[in-house]
């Protein structure tokens, strides 16, 4: 039995629910939290509130956004010509992170995985389809290589090219199996320069 109050052990529990947050750390967080002045503890909870709130998902590509539109699809500046398709709007971070992309985004919402469910019409794929129009010319997909990754690049491939456009992935150097977020922008950056033809 712990000897923490029961609104403590409650933060705790919830804390150690994060990934990569274990028992130990929930704790240390939860008394670290306790000694903050309360405006402070506030903020961080207005915060968390604001994410459910305020975060809608674009209506074009998928990605979080305050609006409609996210940053990228409202943007005059981006080339409209490039589409790069990713797993989730955490992975549009990591190659933005690299100032080497210019195009636009779709995010799929996960990979396509039979064993877990997961079917094409559980992703955003007939909403990327319906925005490759005349003025779209390629669309990168950068996708992590894990075995369902390959199978939903594939998938993602074999509908595209079809309909005329390019199909290119990034370059090797991202560990297999490996996420974005756990690759450097420099790795990121050159797997996007190095991309290659599916
Ligand atoms: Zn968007």
């Known amino acids: 039995m712990s000897n923490n109050s029961n609104v403590v052990d409650n933060l705790i529990s919830k804390l150690s629910k994060l990934p990569g947050i274990g028992r130990k750390t929930a704790q240390r967080l939860s008394f670290y939290l306790l000694k903050l002045p309360r405006e402070e503890v ?7 509130v604001d994410i459910k709130d305020k975060i809608k998902y674009c209506k074009v590509c998928f990605n979080i956004s305050e609006g409609e539109l996210c940053k990228f699809c409202r943007s005059e500046k981006r080339d409209k010509s490039v589409i790069c398709v990713v797993e989730e709007p955490n992975d549009i971070y990591f190659i933005e992170k690299t100032n080497e992309y210019r195009g636009l985004y779709h995010v799929l ?3 396509l995985s039979p064993l877990n469910g997961i079917g094409v019409e559980d992703l955003k794929i007939k909403e990327l389809i319906k925005r490759l129009d005349e003025k779209v010319k390629e669309v990168i997909i950068a996708i992590n290589p894990s075995v369902e990754g390959e199978a939903t690049i594939l998938y993602l491939s074999k509908i595209i090219k079809p309909l005329g456009k390019k199909v290119t992935r990034l370059a090797r150097g991202i560990p297999v199996g490996g996420d974005l977020e756990y690759t450097d922008e420099v790795t990121v950056s050159k797997a996007l320069e190095g991309r290659i033809d599916v």
């Open 42 to 48: 506030i903020g961080l909870a207005r915060a968390l």
């Open 109 to 111: 919402g996960g990979v």
